[in-house]
């Protein structure tokens, strides 16, 4: 009776762990395979294996993983990206010693760096307020001044520069809490 039990357990489990790696890939492949295809420079076959290396790697570290999703896709990217660059430098190696041209796998600029932080950051404005993520997206990503920004959405310059207060507030908040969990 006591091994049914475990074996019952150990189904449970294997269940469930199934069910958060569909979750995980569902919810990540497509994103990570545009981002693999960049790094390959559009070389298809490539990033779809990087991709399922990838994905294998968080299947082996499920248990680790959080349940945040941003912070689970920043470890994804991280992860990738690593994946991608140490492709790179083994075709760089090989082609050094059989004289092919690899020079298309360079290591990826700072764009690629800095993408899990614009993810996060992505992720943050998501959880704000309509009103507090059209500030600040007018001011940051749009440079408009406030007057323009009051102009635009037709409120006063001063809520502007009050929902851009708050809202800047509640983003610190959020991605301060997210770190706090990574």
Not at 57 to 84: C, N, Y
Not at 135 to 147: F, G, H, T
Not at 152 to 172: H, K, M
């Amino acid at each position: 009776m006591k091994s049914d039990v475990c074996v019952a357990d150990r189904f449970d489990r294997e269940a469930h762990l199934e069910r958060r790696m569909l979750e995980v890939f569902q919810a990540n492949a497509q994103p990570l395979y545009y981002f693999l295809l960049r790094l390959t420079r559009g070389q298809a076959g490539t990033a779809e294996d990087l991709l399922q290396e990838t994905m294998l790697r968080a299947w082996r570290k499920l248990d680790d993983l959080p349940d945040d999703t941003s912070t689970i896709r920043r470890w994804l990217f991280i992860v990738a990206r690593h994946l991608a660059i140490d492709l790179a430098r083994s075709r760089q190696a090989k082609s050094e010693i059989l004289g092919v041209d690899v020079s298309w796998a360079s290591s990826p600029d700072d764009t690629f760096e800095t993408l899990p932080d614009r993810l996060a950051l992505h992720a943050t404005l998501r959880k704000l307020t309509p009103e507090h993520r059209t500030v600040l997206v007018e001011l940051y990503y749009r440079d408009a001044s406030v007057a323009e920004v009051a102009a635009r959405i037709g409120i006063p310059e001063g809520t502007v520069r009050s929902r851009s207060f708050y809202a800047l507030r509640v983003a610190r908040g959020i991605l301060a809490e997210a770190d706090a969990r990574s």
